[in-house]
């Protein structure tokens, strides 16, 4: 069993800057893309930033030049570096790990973590 979990989440000021953090835990053999996803009150769930094990990103197009995502393959952990806040960033933020292999468990899995909250507030 793969668990994932989140911390760094919080209450900051517009322009402020907040370190999100997402840690795998289990038996776990590789994992081949780690992202984050945010979800806003009566809004779908939408990706954030995506890393590949090799190191390859992608952002969306409202955070780029202000969100940083990588990745610790080592420690099965994955960062997103956010700065520049502002009040529409604010969402429940999710981390995701794409097709993971783990365990005894012979196809891959998706696994998500239980989110964290950013509230982006004068």
């Known amino acids: 069993q793969v668990q994932l979990v989140e911390s760094g989440g919080g209450l900051v000021q517009p322009g402020g800057s907040l370190r999100l953090s997402c840690a795998a835990s289990g038996t776990i053999f590789s994992i081949n893309a780690m992202g984050w996803y945010r979800q806003a009150p009566g809004k779908q769930r939408d990706v954030v930033a995506v890393i590949t094990s090799g190191g390859s990103t992608n952002y969306a197009d409202s955070v780029k030049g202000r969100f940083t995502i990588s990745r610790d393959n080592g420690k099965n952990t994955v960062y997103l570096q956010m700065n520049s806040l502002k009040p529409e960033d604010t969402a429940v933020y999710y981390c995701?790990?794409?097709?993971?292999?783990?365990?005894?468990?012979?196809?891959?899995?998706?696994?998500w973590g239980q989110g964290t909250q950013v509230t982006v507030s004068s």
């Open positions: 995701n790990a794409d097709k993971v292999y783990a365990g005894t468990s012979y196809y891959p899995q998706t696994y």
